[in-house]
C-alpha cells in the first residue's frame, strides 16, 4: 500500500530555518508530482508548494516564494521542503501529497492529489 511519512517538523522561532522530508514507499514515485499543503488551526488547508515527477518545474504560494524550496531525490523516494525565514503564520501541519502525473505540469488543487501523509506540525514563535 501507498504510504507518505512526513518528518522534520517542529518549534522554531520566527526567522528560523526547517527542513521537512516526506518520504515515500508503494508507489512508483517517479510517476507522482509531489506537493506540500499546510492547514492551520480554524483555516482550511492552503496548498504551499509542488514540484513535477523530474524535478524540472516547481511552483509556490505567493505567501512562500522566496522563502521555500521544494525538491525531490527519485532514487531515495523522497520529496524535501526546505524552509527559511519562517513566520509565525506559517505555524501549520504540513502534508506532503502524490498526484499521479506523468507530464511535467504540476498541479496546486488538493482535489488532484491521490495520496496524502499524516502530517508534521511546524511551530514558529514570535
Known amino acids: 500500500q501507498v504510504q507518505l511519512v512526513e518528518s522534520g517538523g517542529g518549534l522554531v522561532q520566527a526567522g528560523g530555518s526547517l527542513r521537512l522530508s516526506c518520504a515515500a514507499s508503494g508507489l512508483t514515485f517517479s510517476t507522482y508530482a509531489m506537493g506540500w499543503f499546510r492547514q492551520a488551526p480554524g483555516k482550511e488547508r492552503e496548498f504551499v508548494a509542488a514540484?513535477?515527477?523530474?524535478?524540472?518545474?516547481?511552483y509556490y504560494a505567493d505567501s512562500v516564494k522566496g522563502r521555500f524550496t521544494i525538491s525531490r531525490a527519485n532514487a531515495k523516494q523522497a520529496v524535501y521542503l526546505q524552509m527559511n525565514s519562517l513566520k509565525p503564520e506559517d505555524t501549520a501541519v504540513y502534508y506532503c501529497?502524490?498526484?499521479?502525473?506523468?507530464?511535467?505540469?504540476?498541479?496546486?488543487?488538493?482535489?488532484?492529489?491521490?495520496?496524502w501523509g499524516q502530517g508534521t506540525q511546524v511551530t514558529v514563535s514570535s
Open positions: 514540484i513535477s515527477r523530474t524535478g524540472g518545474s516547481t
Open positions: 501529497a502524490a498526484d499521479f502525473n506523468l507530464g511535467t505540469a504540476v498541479v496546486t488543487t488538493s482535489a488532484s492529489y491521490n495520496y
